[in-house]
């Protein structure tokens, strides 16, 4: 079996060495999936064939092959048991009608909360710290409604600067719904000029400096642009030393990194699922709040779905408040993003986080390997395109997406790419954000991907 570290150069080029092949060979990446004991995971998903994809060129690259899909940061790909699950509800309330929401496995009135143990396995929390509902956003806004509770002294947010544009948009507006100016009470941080990511002891040192004007630090658990994975474990600590709540966008970590939400003592977190958690574009997202806070820390809106289920019905207008996130809950989840989602998290409850993690560090440092073997910087070819990895080198401080950076101008590569049966992220003017997710992707997916952006820096011109 492989171990965590094989991702390593020197490991890499050991094992190929006892396969008497290079280790940049097609042959390394087989035996790599060969030793693989969670290839058996890709099977659970539908992946693309090259053919099915709108801008592949069939004159270029064999149609009947599986895509290269290494965009799991942006749309999971789809469980094969979804089609089954969503059927099965579609079947039920064709047949049972109103009895729907009592009968079956996944009864309507409670279905999310079958399914909150899983996902809490995912993000390192307990089913009661764990709510499904809503999108990342709402919950963002449910959850800062409550813990952002600004004083005079006390009223500023820390957050990274280039945050997700809808996380920038619900701090801003947030800050302004309590009576204070954004420009002076929204804290972004930015990294050292020169650098592309933020140093853990910069953010540690802002928190400690301004901690006691500091209310809420809120960072990403991973940083969508760059693929960094925060310290979240120190950034917790430091900011409960200063009094401070602090809370995470998830969204790039939950199914990416492996979390501890509840060992860390994170006050509450919000992340999406339809990326690297697999539920479909729009997918119900999930709120987390540490169960310290169950009675003390109340949300500030009400609906009927935090009423406590068993006198839920009674209908007498006496909020009997669930304890904790269950009590956020406005309205009853829709089934049919509830049956997705737990398509997804079976896959997940076959494996654990630490498999998948171990794995993902392979994957990506392979990547890595060969991005780095055929892409540095060579004085002696100055025309030659090069590649700068933006995502931190140590595999602790990254997920499973690489943002490269390229010497010349990506938008035709991108498209040559595209032509050729592969799924990335294009972020002008010269960086793709390249994801190879350990639930069902492979060695040879790598290998393929590196070859291919050869063929497509020549087609572009970038390349002679």
């Known amino acids: 079996p492989l171990g965590c570290s094989i991702g390593k150069p020197v490991l890499l080029e050991r094992l190929s060495a006892d396969l008497g092949c290079s280790p940049v060979s097609r042959e390394l990446a087989a035996e790599l999936d060969r030793r693989d004991e969670l290839g058996h995971l890709r099977q659970q998903f539908f992946l693309p064939k090259v053919a099915d994809l709108p801008p592949s060129d069939l004159s270029l690259v064999d149609g009947s092959q599986e895509c290269i899909y290494f965009v799991g940061n942006s749309l999971g790909l789809q469980p094969k048991s979804t089609k089954k699950y969503l059927e099965e509800e579609l079947e039920k309330w064709a047949?049972?009608?109103i009895h729907g929401h009592t009968e079956g496995s996944r009864p309507w009135a409670w279905a999310e909360e079958t399914i909150e143990?899983?996902?809490?396995?995912v993000v390192g929390a307990k089913p009661e710290e764990v709510a499904l509902m809503?999108?990342?956003t709402v919950n963002l806004h449910l959850l800062l409604l409550s813990f952002y509770q600004p004083t005079a002294s006390r009223h500023k947010i820390l957050m990274e600067d280039k945050a997700f544009p809808s996380d920038h948009y619900a701090v801003e507006s947030q800050i302004r719904l309590k009576g204070h100016d954004p420009k002076e009470s929204m804290l972004c941080l930015s990294p050292r000029p020169g650098e592309d990511t933020l140093r853990t002891e910069d953010i540690l040192e802002v928190i400690e400096e301004q901690g006691d004007s500091i209310a809420v630090v809120m960072f990403s658990g991973?940083?969508?642009?760059?693929?960094q994975l925060f310290d979240m474990e120190a950034i917790t600590r430091a900011g409960h030393k200063e009094g401070c709540y602090v809370g995470f966008d998830c969204a790039h970590a939950a199914g990416n990194a492996e979390l501890k939400l509840h060992d860390w003592g994170v006050d509450f977190a919000c992340w999406c699922t339809y990326k690297y958690v697999n539920s479909g574009a729009g997918g119900l997202a999930g709120a987390f709040i540490h169960e310290k806070h169950a009675d003390t820390v109340r949300p500030a809106l009400l609906g009927w779905w935090g009423h406590d289920r068993k006198t839920r019905f009674?209908?007498?207008n006496m909020m009997e408040l669930q304890p904790g996130v269950h009590g956020y809950r406005l309205s009853n989840q829709p089934i049919l993003l509830v049956a997705p989602l737990q398509a997804s998290l079976e896959i997940f409850d076959m494996t654990s986080m630490s498999a998948l993690r171990c794995k993902s560090m392979l994957l990506t440092g392979y990547l890595e390997y060969l991005i780095q073997h055929y892409y540095t910087r060579d004085p002696c070819r100055p025309d030659h395109p090069h590649v700068t990895i933006l995502t931190?080198?140590?595999p602790q401080q990254r997920g499973c997406q690489l943002s490269l950076s390229f010497?010349?101008?990506?938008?035709r590569v991108f498209l040559e790419l595209e032509r050729r049966g592969v799924a990335c992220d294009m972020r002008e003017p010269s960086v793709l954000r390249v994801a190879p997710v350990p639930l069902y992707n492979s060695f040879n997916d790598?290998?393929?991907f590196v070859e291919l952006l050869g063929a497509s820096l020549i087609a572009s011109g970038s390349q002679k």
């Open 134 to 136: 809503n999108g990342l």
């Open 446 to 448: 790598v290998h393929r």
């Open 407 to 411: 010497s010349v101008p990506i938008g």
């Open 392 to 394: 931190p080198r140590d």
């Open 95 to 97: 047949k049972l009608a």
């Open 314 to 316: 009674q209908m007498n």
């Open 222 to 227: 991973v940083q969508y642009y760059t693929g």
């Open 117 to 121: 143990q899983l996902m809490g396995k």
